[in-house]
């Protein structure tokens, strides 16, 4: 089997080709949002549509960041989640890989079985016992039963990188560091994880993701306005009488900046992660 650089010129233009439109596709309704945001206001229903803002404005920023303080409300209680599920996702995930991967437990094959049949249930039927569960301690309407939930629905599919990633670190290494007198906690803090941080980067972003951009967990554990997150936000601006679209794309716009600047800066580690197999 040909590799994809001994292909034929037209074969490789095939495949740019169709990467190229697949990628504007998707890239078509980020770019509608970022111009609408873009837009004044009696600019953005006229017809024919503006394919291009004009003129370009960014009153709509000034005013949703500066002038509607709950806005800024939605970005802090989504951030304090998305961070706190990513700190713990990654600090339990690591543990229970490096677990899995390199230490002797008691029925390993079963617990870790186990724990991959999480991804099997629906997260949606598991809604109204932990409604219920939280109500009885007290954490509907606080920032840590998010933070609690999120965990949960991460964790197995984040032990599973990370015990992938802890696979790929030779035993002798680990088996030297014992031979000279560190403990097992030493071991993973100091040799294995700096080796797996590809994994590590790999499980921080998608957790960050995750949590970032949940609705539904939000909508139903959080009722009051000052515990809305940026998706809950959002579905306030789609009214029953009209939605104000200048509102609702420029939060939207705001929203996506994290994610970006956040995979931006580890792209490097991402791609790392999935070169040697941590995400498959």
Partial sequence: MKSFFEASPLSRAT??????VVGVLFLIPFYWTVITALKPTQNILVYPPQLVP?????DNFHFMWFERPEV????FNSGVVAVGTVLAVIVLSALAGY???KLHIPFKPVVFFSILLGLMIPNQSLLIPLFDIF????????RLGLILIYTTFQLPF??????NSFETIPAAVLEAARIDGAGELNIWVRIALPLVLPGVVTVGILAFIASWNEFLIALIFTTTDALKTVPVGLSVMM????????????????????????????????MRAVASGAVK
């Fill in 158 to 163: 984040s032990v599973f990188i990370m015990r």
């Fill in 54 to 58: 004009r003129p370009p404005t960014l």
């Fill in 15 to 20: 495949y740019y080709l169709i990467n190229a």
């Fill in 135 to 142: 109500q009885r301690l007290n954490l509907i309407n606080t």
């Fill in 99 to 101: 677990g899995f991967a």
């Fill in 239 to 270: 009214g029953i009488y009209g939605t104000q679209w200048e509102m609702l794309t420029t939060v939207a716009t705001l929203s996506c900046i994290p994610v970006i600047v956040l995979f931006l800066a580890s792209q490097r580690a991402f």
């Fill in 72 to 75: 800024r409300g939605y970005f």
